[in-house]
């Protein structure tokens, strides 16, 4: 059965399907800027997309990497959360994020976190990620402001 192309569904997918929305809406579509994240390929990283039909409008890359205030710590880092801007508003990257949740809960994970964008702070806010007060700063990728967050998720 394919699916109708105004069918909204998560897959886990390989990461180089979301270099592209990673591109366009992460980067301002520069051909030139770096989508790639040097963890994409380890066994432990998370890949899910957001899919209607076959095209990718939602991205979201999960990588082990211990909590900035816990060095020691077991928890997972959100990159490159995007949603395309046809789509957006309609629910579709808290579904993602909902079941990322759910499978890295299912490994165990205690905790996922983030550098988020200021402009999607409320975005997670909504999804019940903790903003850390005091962590603040310009991203040097991006020069754009971005703030830690997290997530317990046991």
């Known amino acids: 059965m394919t699916d109708a192309p105004d069918q909204f569904r998560v897959a886990p997918v390989d990461p180089r399907r979301l270099l592209d929305l990673r591109r366009r809406v992460l980067r301002g579509d520069d051909p030139a ?3 790639v994240e040097p963890r994409d390929d380890e066994s432990t990283s998370l890949h899910l997309a957001g899919l209607m039909g076959n095209e990718v409008v939602v ?3 999960f990588f082990s990497a211990a909590y900035p205030d816990e060095p020691g710590g077991v928890a997972y880092q959100l990159r490159f959360m ?3 801007p046809a789509v957006q508003g309609r629910g579709f990257g808290a579904k993602v994020l909902v079941e990322a949740e759910h499978s890295l809960r299912e ?3 205690p ?3 983030a550098y988020a ?3 999607a702070l409320g ?3 909504a999804m019940g990620w903790t903003v850390v007060a005091g962590s603040e700063f310009l991203s040097a990728e ?3 402001p971005h703030t830690v967050i997290f997530k317990a998720l046991s």
């Open 33 to 35: 800027a770096n989508v």
């Open 82 to 84: 995007a949603t395309d």
């Open 59 to 61: 991205c979201a890359s």
């Open 107 to 109: 490994r165990g994970v």
């Open 123 to 125: 975005f997670y806010r």
């Open 117 to 119: 964008r200021d402009t």
């Open 142 to 144: 991006t020069a754009l």
């Open 111 to 113: 905790r996922i976190w």
